[in-house]
């Protein structure tokens, strides 16, 4: 009894674990994305810059302004992931050690002892027998 609960409580906390590392891993995904979109908004930037200094001959920022703004977006969003992944982790973690510790707690329930039979005396020689167990007694041949 307590060892199959046990196992399913192994079970579960594999589970959970498993779940885990699904969700961290897809936010990861997410995450690298965003900063792979963030690398071309830079490589994007450095371009325009190049060409307002080198053929417009302007050193006026304002139509970088869009880009910028998208890199601020672009950080808010993996702030906002890198937190998404620290809250996942914490409650993950917290529901699996709570399991961890019910394991030992189980394994040292002690398991119930079977009833012991009850022993009896034939009234005729004195042998003992179990009681509901025996009809005629196993010394004298008596009904019991
Ligand atoms: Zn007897």
Request: hydrophobic share 35%.
């Amino acid at each position: 009894m307590s060892t199959f609960d046990s196992n399913k409580i192994k079970s579960d906390i594999a589970d959970l674990k498993n779940k885990k590392s699904t969700l961290l891993l897809s936010l990861q995904n997410d995450i690298d994305e965003i900063i792979s979109k963030k690398k071309a908004s830079f490589v994007n930037i450095g371009e325009r810059a190049y060409t307002l200094s080198r053929k417009e001959k302007s050193d006026n920022l304002a139509s970088l302004e869009a880009v910028f703004e998208t890199i601020d977006k672009h950080n808010d969003d993996l702030a906002a992931k890198e937190q998404k992944k620290l809250d996942i982790a914490a409650r993950y973690d917290e529901e699996i050690d709570m399991l961890e510790k019910l394991i030992p707690l189980m394994l040292a329930q002690p398991e119930p002892e079977p009833p012991a039979p009850t022993q009896a005396f034939c009234s005729s020689c004195g042998k003992s027998y179990v009681l509901g167990e025996d009809l005629f007694c196993m010394g004298c041949g008596a009904k019991l």
